[in-house]
Nanobody, 126 residues
């Protein structure tokens, strides 16, 4: 099991930027698929982005071109760079880890991930 600690959330003005970090412990995540999901009030938790062990990235259409996922295996950490933030990006953001690389059609599925971080609030003040 991997423990994930998320940091970097906060309040930002529309059009601003934030970088979230997800630091893993307990196991090295170099072979893991790592993902970010978010959940707005009253909404289902939704896929944002993911990165495979080899660096293949996946993005939700709503964030493509604005968000960027990266990983630093030497630090056992995954990052989510969020630019040009919009009010609709306001949500609690969660980091997730999958020990087995999901099939491409399951990368966006919550159930494909085994371990989850505690979530961090991102608020676009508009």
């Amino acid at each position: 099991q991997v423990q994930l600690v998320v940091s970097g959330g906060g309040l930002v003005q529309a059009g601003g930027s934030l970088r979230l970090s997800c630091e893993a412990s307990g196991r090295t995540i170099s072979t893991y698929m790592m993902g970010w999901f978010r959940q707005a009030p009253g909404m289902e938790r939704e896929f944002v982005t993911a990165i495979s062990w080899s660096g293949i990235t996946y993005y939700a259409d709503s964030v493509k071109g604005r968000f960027s996922i990266s990983r630093d295996n030497t630090k056992n950490t995954v990052y989510l760079q969020m630019n040009s933030l919009k009010p609709e990006d306001t949500a609690v953001y969660y980091c997730a880890a999958a020990a087995s690389t999901p099939r491409p059609y399951r990368v966006r599925v919550r159930e494909a991930y085994d371990d989850w971080g505690q979530g961090t609030q991102v608020t676009d003040s508009g």
